[in-house]
């Protein structure tokens, strides 16, 4: 599930084709360079999400595991921290 997880992400994102346009600088492939990267970067988060996901429905059940994400998504939403302060 885990390669099927990521692979699906990766195949989503769709490359830059400037097809022979004479109009694109060299700027603009510049630009493409650091989002290859950052495409990589967000593939490595996508497999490691799974392979969270895979441990955590393995130790507590599917319903633990959405809850869990569906919490993450809730304090991303509304910029919580993840973690208490030393103050709280």
Known sequence: MTADVSSAF????PLPDHGGDPTHR???TMTTAPKMSEEASKDRFFQEIAELAERMIAAHGREFAMGAFVLAARFIAENKPFQKSASQ
Request: net charge negative; glycine share 14%.
């Open 26 to 28: 060299q700027e603009d």
């Open 10 to 13: 990766a195949r989503g994102i």
